[in-house]
T-cell receptor, first 110, second 119 residues
């Protein structure tokens, strides 16, 4: 069981929008920054969002992040088949004194 | 160009050891915290360990505390993960990354190195 809870899968059609939720607690999300990662197994993960809602250079504005209380959300608009991947939220956990990831969400672009 | 090159994976017996290395270039290594993450077969990403810029503070997941040791050599721009008392469940692809998950995120990653623990 992951400390951060994500839906196992989401799906949407090309061009549509999808959101991926990440639920935590006061030990992690509520009082720390959240980051989001895109990952295809066997390849290096890619940072999509840091500090809850900031995009690194080179990440298109189709990707957005938000946080409210103990939950965070990744939004992806204008879905493309190339967006099919696993998506993970991550945060620091004060109680565990370590980093934590969500269990991951598999995005399917139908 | 920022580059991270993981190495050191391979086959180890249960109870054995492996030492992973992450050679970096293209940035001021000593100015960044560094992180190790792994992905076991069929599983998600698991944060393992982070180390501060100077190496003065280290942090570990419960699953590896007491068995794994993170370290860095700022003169060689290299990050290490010493893995002892290996178990079958440590079989995974191991990734090094620049940054810390709770700060600015892990913004650059190595390509991963596979460690297999089996008799």
């Amino acid at each position: 069981q992951s400390v951060l809870t994500q839906p196992p899968s989401v799906s949407a059609a090309p061009g549509q929008k999808v959101t991926i939720s990440c639920s935590g607690s006061s030990s992690n999300i509520e009082n720390n920054y959240v980051s989001w990662y895109q990952h295809l197994p066997g390849t290096a993960p890619k940072l999509l969002i840091y500090e809850n809602d900031k995009r690194p250079s080179g990440i298109p504005d189709r990707f957005s992040g938000s946080k409210s209380g103990t939950s965070a959300t990744l939004g992806i608009t204008g879905l493309q088949t190339g967006d099919e991947a696993d998506y993970y939220c991550g945060a620091w956990d004060y109680t565990l004194r370590g980093g934590v990831f969500g269990g991951g969400t598999k995005l399917t672009v139908l | 160009e920022v580059q991270l090159l993981d190495s050191g994976g391979g086959l180890a017996q249960p109870g054995g050891s492996l030492r992973l290395s992450c050679a970096t270039s293209g940035f001021t290594f000593s100015s960044y915290a560094m992180t190790w993450v792994r992905q076991a077969p069929g599983k998600g990403l698991e944060w393992l360990s982070s180390i501060t810029e100077s190496g003065g503070n280290t942090y570990y997941a419960d699953s590896v505390t007491g068995r794994f040791t993170i370290s860095r050599d700022n003169s060689r721009n290299t990050l290490y993960l010493q893995m002892n008392s290996l178990r079958a469940e440590d079989t995974a692809v191991y990734y090094c990354g620049r940054g810390g998950i709770g700060r600015t995120g892990v913004d650059y990653w190595g390509q991963g190195t596979l460690a297999t623990v089996s008799s």
